[in-house]
């Protein structure tokens, strides 16, 4: 079980906000995703800073959420990363067009578009290091602490320091995942699979440490899948 992290300072924001720590990095990391290119930032200015801000929010806000993370079944969690990544690409690959239907590609969900467009980071080291660094590294734990840490205790109970990590409602597991699914755009099935995987995964263990690890290695393995085959359209 994941342990509690110590005690804000009585003067701290977090101690005033204590959901800061949890939601702050992925929200920052959301309005970076959304702001930046609204702003036209060009590249590779936009991937650094998509990566930059939000990490700088982490560490000055979650450490002591960070340092109390603990992995209590590695192998089963590595192999369960492994498991969503087959299911996140495994319908496109096996049903040609299959992300062109109007359930996925539409005005509400977007498209893979613009995302294939892309293709030119893979040529591009310093663009490619970064979004690799970002997808395995920084996107797991900002995810984690928002979808997992904190989205399901907070739906439980509206005072949710009380609530275990991993404790679920029926109402929380659902909605939880479906708004997952809801950030993932033309992907938003294999999304919902993820995310109720994942909330499975934490009501069995308990343990946030391992779901940021499971999620890592899906988003590892999908950065290695891109870079070799070029299918850039996963990395919108």
Avoid: K
Avoid at 75 to 88: E, H, M, N
Wanted: charged share 10%; aromatic share 10%.
């Amino acid at each position: 079980m994941t342990a509690s992290p110590p005690p804000a300072s009585p003067t701290s924001l977090t101690a005033r906000w204590p959901a800061l720590p949890w939601v702050a990095p992925f929200a920052v990391f959301m309005l970076c995703l959304a702001g930046l290119p609204a702003l036209q930032v060009p590249e590779p200015w936009q991937g650094a800073l998509r990566l930059g801000i939000p990490a700088l929010v982490l560490l000055a806000m979650s450490r002591p959420q960070l340092s109390a993370l603990r992995v209590t079944h590695p192998v089963a969690s590595t192999l369960l990363g492994l498991g969503v990544f087959v299911l996140w690409v495994l319908p496109d690959q096996v049903v040609p067009g299959w992300r062109e239907h109007w359930l996925f590609s539409n005005a509400l969900t977007g498209g893979t578009g613009a995302a294939a467009a892309s293709d030119a980071i893979l040529r591009d080291p310093l663009q490619v290091t970064m979004r690799v660094v970002r997808a395995a590294l920084l996107v797991p734990v900002v995810e984690e602490l928002f979808w997992r840490g904190w989205l399901p205790r907070w739906l439980v109970r509206s005072d949710w320091q009380g609530v275990a990590p991993g404790t679920f409602t029926p109402m929380a597991f659902l909605l939880s995942a479906v708004l997952f699914a809801s950030e993932h755009g033309p992907y938003w099935e294999v999304g919902l699979a993820c995310g109720l995987l994942y909330n499975a995964w934490m009501a069995r263990t308990r343990s946030l440490g391992d779901l940021i690890l499971v999620h890592a290695v899906t988003n590892g393995a999908l950065a290695a899948f891109v870079m070799a085959t070029g299918q850039v359209a996963y990395w919108g």
